[in-house]
């Protein structure tokens, strides 16, 4: 979305969504897992739109929309690329719309070459640390741009024509997702798919708009953020993105993680989607360059203003110009962190301690087994929960207990469990899907020792503090200078109130010194002005908590402003400039929105502008200006360094420009596309304990035929810990279980009610048969595909409750998108057989077993470029494939052993010039 886009948040309020006139939800179970939101989507349908619900299963989100479409897990790019050629072919892209507002009309330098020029590749590709260097991919610059004249000029055809536009660029990478590919690629067919693309083209105009809705079905992948991409390409060409009842519903999971994003628990990342700092940025200059460039279009250009403002906060009156305003006392990233890359180090006994704090990762997290083995390899863990739960307990009741690998008296790691207050026990902030951050008062005081976690690290960063007061040792000076003085209360608890203040920002010098920030337009790049999270300044505007207006829906408009506050600037419908047309009109009286007022000189409506206030339709900038200056009237995304939605993404995205089709990780299927099977620059972690399903086609392939999806129950939480607690809950969903087909049932001789053990190149689990025709079976390839459903919530500790059920994460390996470090755990290959699984020791012969018959190694699967080697072992026969002799990839004959055993991923070398990174 931030790549898209220029922010990583949803682009609309879900009370929004009830003015759509077409809805696809693809990649979510809506109803079930966001109910709440949901009743939007039902008011639309009572509206007459019309719903469409795209998902491996048929859900309670499918129950109610007018069609269910079954496709097959992981495919998600082919079916969406396939629309995107749809509505070029048919002409039903909006003209106006995507030649003033995207980057259609740009030119792309000469050295830019596409997957369908390489076979699955860009121009740019290393084998050999399985990077891009994306400098091909740029534009080109504008023949007429004087020397020296800033970078936004670039060279543009308005008529669409020129072969490199992004626009014909577009249609050629995808002239090859079609109909056709849809059926046998995706198992769908082509009636449902013209009913699809028909709908989606009849709703989108300037009367009507559609709009899509996702969450972890395209997030989990290898190419999650790509699926995502494809999208908001396909949005743009329709005109759906800043108009009422059009965008991307990025539906966010826990309660506040687009809060937990905003201002970051992520490795990569500081508040306001600023990046962290690497070893390889000294000083403020080349730190600054990383977030953005000095002569770039639009709002992320005042990035000084941005990140002074931040190290005004955490460092007060130490941070000064002299010492790069704090950046000095920075911790400096050496490569990746994620929690992944991080268990690879518990692994290599690099880790001591561990603080576990809300989340219980010996169940959610992919490879159950590596996590418990990674917490067995700390000197002591603190885990602070409500209750005791796996992660918890893993050194006396986990499965490698019971299998012999683990033995309780041999584990070192010490586990302090202490009690955490939940959400009603203490006050704050959680900010959710639509960007709206929302107060929470407390209702009753935390029992016994149950602290929140505002006081567990004020009081841990305060008594670090008194013991370092004295110290001159430079390691201990950032813990000294840093900001750390807040009211507390009469239990000690500090004031969160004091903290959403900090977080808005102050004027720290000047005639208003010690006024709070009205909106991130008044911070400075000098040191004047203090800001914990930039995005967030204006939440306490004029000693307001704006978070905590609760205004009933009765007694204001529909947009409701005054319920909460949204980032930035409480602007609901983001980009909205679009809703006009260039001339600053409505694009009909219908879908009105946002527009110029003539007479007023500026731009009004319900919402807050999504643009400079007064900066006219048809405005040109002066050649030579630089940021918000540099806008033009018809640069309606105003955080793009050149003001447009992006077709093509020049930079942002570390796996490519466009989004284009690999195959899951492991996938029994051929990519039909391209010989190029997986992602090139997917995540790899090789290890004997992290073995991967053999490719398809390859020896082995056949002993894990199947496809499994996890996803979640209306009835249970994540990892169930606050779920399978709750006898009320866990009565209605007692039991891990397995969604499979009829026809898999009839093959595999499953009884319904019965067990079924599957097996993968991990683990192998028991759990009930669920026999539904829910799940259906698919014709993939021109062959039969089946795929397993399977609920993640369940988790094997006495402790947590009366329910137990295997772990379906135990299941899965670590593969990781490189553009957010996130785990792919949609789809995953195995095999299933009728009956219990093995006890004890046995258990884990039954893995090594298959890991035997499919001949794995830690290089099986893992390889990253197969084009040329597939190209030279096949014909060009394959079904839609195209010549294989063109197909040689340059310099792309990787030797599998001379791959590192794990890739850095991370910051270094991408450019979060915006808020793209978002977690799920
Ligand atoms: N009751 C309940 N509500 C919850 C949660 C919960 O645990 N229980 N968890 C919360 C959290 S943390 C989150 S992140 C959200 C998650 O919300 P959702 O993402 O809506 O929930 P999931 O069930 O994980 O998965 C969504 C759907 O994706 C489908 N799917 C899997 N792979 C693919 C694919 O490749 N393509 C397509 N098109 N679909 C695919 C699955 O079949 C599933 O129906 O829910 C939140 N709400
Ligand atoms: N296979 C598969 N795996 C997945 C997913 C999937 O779709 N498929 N989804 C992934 C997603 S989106 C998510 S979000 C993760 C969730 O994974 P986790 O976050 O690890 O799982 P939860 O059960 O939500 O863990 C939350 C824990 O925090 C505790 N808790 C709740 N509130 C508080 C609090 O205020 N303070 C403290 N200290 N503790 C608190 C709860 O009791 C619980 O034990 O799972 C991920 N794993
Ligand atoms: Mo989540």
Known sequence: MGSSFGRGGATQPLQDMANADCIVIQGSNMAECHPVGFQWVMEAKKRGARIIHVDPRFTR???????????????????????????????????????????AAMIINDHFEDTEDLDGLFSGYDPETGKYDNESWGYERSHNAEEGAPSWHVECDDTLQHPRSVFQILRRHYQRYTTEMVETVCGISSEDFHYLAESICANSNRERTTCFAYALGWTQHTLGAQFIRTCAILQLLLGNVGRPGSGIMALRGHASIQGSTDIPTLFHLLPGYLPMPAV?????????????????????????????????????ENATAENNWGLDFMPRLSGAHSTYHTLQAMMRDEVDGYLVFGQNPAVAQSHGRLQRLGLSHLKWMVVRDFQEMETATFWKDSP??????????????????????????????????????????QALHPPGDATSELQFFYELGRRIKEKIQDSDDPRDLPLKYLTW??????????????????????????????????????????????????????????????????TPGQEQNELAMDWGWVWPANRRLLYNRASADPDGKPWSERKKYIWWDEDAGRWVGDDVPDFPPTLAPGHQPDPGAVGPAALSGNDAFIMQPDGKGWLFAPTGMVDGPLPTHYEPHESPVPNLLYHQQ?????????????????????????VYPYLFNTYRL??????????RTLPYLAELQPELFCEVSPELADQLGLEHGGWATIISPRSAIEARVLITDRIEMLTVN????????????????????EVRGDSPNDLLGITLDPNVNIQASKVSACAVVA????????????????????????????????????????????????????????GSQATPSTESHHVEGGPAGQRPQDPTKKEE
């Open 61 to 103: 989100t499918s129950a109610v929309a007018h069609r269910h479409i079954s496709i097959r897990g992981g495919t998600d790019v082919v079916l969406l690329g396939a629309l995107i050629r749809y509505v070029i072919e048919n002409d039903k892209w909006f003209h106006d719309y995507v030649v003033n507002y995207t980057n």
């Open 485 to 550: 003085d807040y009211p507390v209360d009469e239990h000690g608890d500090p004031d969160a109130d004091a903290v959403l203040k900090e977080i808005n920002g102050y004027h720290l010098s000047g005639e208003k010194a010690g006024e709070l920030l009205s909106n991130f337009g008044e911070m400075k790049a000098d040191g004047s002005t203090s800001g914990g999270c930039w995005i967030y300044a204006g939440v306490y505007a004029g000693g307001v908590n704006h978070a905590a207006k609760k």
């Open 714 to 723: 209306t009835e249970m939480y994540t990892s169930g810990a606050m779920t």
């Open 280 to 316: 390889t940025e000294q000083n403020w200059e080349e730190y600054l360059d990383k977030i953005s460039s000095a002569d770039q279009k639009g709002f992320w250009q005042r990035r000084d203003a941005y990140a002074v403002s931040l190290m005004k906060a955490y460092w007060g």
């Open 678 to 702: 997986q992602s090139p620059t997917r995540l790899i972690f090789k290890s004997v304990d992290n073995l991967s399903a053999p490719n398809a086609g390859e020896p082995g392939s056949e």
């Open 400 to 441: 490698e207990v019971k299998t012999g690998e683990l033995k309780t008296e041999d584990i070192q790691t010490e586990v302090f469990l202490m009690p955490a207050a939940t959400h009603v026990e203490k006050c704050g902030t959680f900010t959710q899907t639509q960007r709206m951050v929302q107060w929470r008062f």
């Open 835 to 890: 009956g219990r699984r093995p006890r004890g020791a046995e258990r884990t012969a039954l893995v090594k077993e298959y890991q035997r018959r499919a001949g794995l190694t830690p290089d099986t699967g893992n390889v990253r470029v197969t084009a040329s080697e597939k190209a030279e072992a096949e014909s060009a026969s394959v079904v839609g494939r195209h010549n294989a002799q063109s197909v040689t990839p340059r």
């Open 782 to 801: 021109g062959k039969d595909f089946h795929q397993i459903g399977l609920p993640y919530h369940y988790g094997q500790s006495d402790a947590v409750g």
